[in-house]
Antibody, heavy 120, light 105 residues
Framework: EEDLVESGGDLVQPGGSLRLSCVAS????????MGWVRQAPGKGLEWVST????????WYADSVRGRTTISRDNSGNMVFLQLNGLRVDDTATYYC?????????????WGRGTIVTVSS | DIQMTQSPSSLSASVGDRVIITCQAS??????LNWYQQKPGKAPKLLIC???NLETGVPSRFSGSGYGTFFTLTISSLQPEDIATYYC????????FGGGTKVEV
């Protein structure tokens, strides 16, 4: 069964940093672009970032560009999201997603999410 | 930046009702539009790709249509398990989600 499991979410102060991780199983990881989508409490979905299958091209939402880096380790079936300069409005559940149709982005496998809380 | 506007933001319907959710793009996106279902406390699920292509395993009571700037998601006969929030998402250039439509019974 295809599965994505995120980790790394935590309570952090404004200005702090976090590294989110996602491990994939049951899917051909190296064949797909991967990404992150977040959801603030009680709010809608917001795409955050995408990385191509070979890791050479990355994309970011305007809201996180310059503060965020996505990367992947194809030998370990993992994708990462480094969040720096965290702000209160970065508080959200962060979902790891498989992008099955990149660049015609369609997110067909989702993890259960990891919670990031930014608060003093 | 392109905007994706869903309506209504919420609706109440009865089991067996036909439910229609709309999604409007602020510029032409041809058929570059996906639909997702998110049940309470769960991760979203991809329902429809490219405007009208149903994902494997999605019940046939779900359908999508539209092109250009106006799209619809239709549930032909609402079932109790369809209670969820539905999101559209454009996928030309960077992905953007609509604000969501909460479907209640």
């Amino acid at each position: 069964e295809e599965d994505l499991v995120e980790s790394g979410g935590d309570l952090v102060q404004p200005g702090g940093s976090l590294r989110l991780s996602c491990v994939a199983s049951g899917l051909t990881f190296t064949a797909y672009a991967m990404g992150w989508v977040r959801q603030a409490p009680g709010k809608g979905l917001e795409w955050v970032s995408t990385i191509t299958a070979d890791g050479t091209v990355t994309w970011y939402a305007d809201s996180v560009r310059g503060r965020t880096t996505i990367s992947r380790d194809n030998s370990g079936n993992m994708v990462f999201l480094q969040l720096n300069g965290l702000r209160v409005d970065d508080t959200a559940t962060y979902y790891c997603v498989r992008d099955k149709n990149y660049p015609r982005d369609a997110f067909d496998v989702w993890g259960r999410g990891t919670i990031v809380t930014v608060s003093s | 930046d392109i905007q994706m506007t869903q309506s209504p933001s919420s609706l109440s319907a009865s089991v067996g009702d036909r439910v229609i959710i709309t999604c409007q793009a602020s510029r032409d996106i041809t058929n570059h539009l996906n639909w997702y279902q998110q049940k309470p406390g769960k991760a979203p699920k991809l329902l429809i790709c490219d405007g009208s292509n149903l994902e494997t395993g999605v019940p046939s009571r779900f359908s999508g249509s539209g092109y250009g700037t106006f799209f619809t998601l239709t549930i032909s006969s609402l079932q109790p398990e369809d209670i969820a929030t539905y999101y559209c998402q454009k996928h030309d250039s960077l992905p953007i989600f609509g604000g969501g439509t909460k479907v209640e019974v």
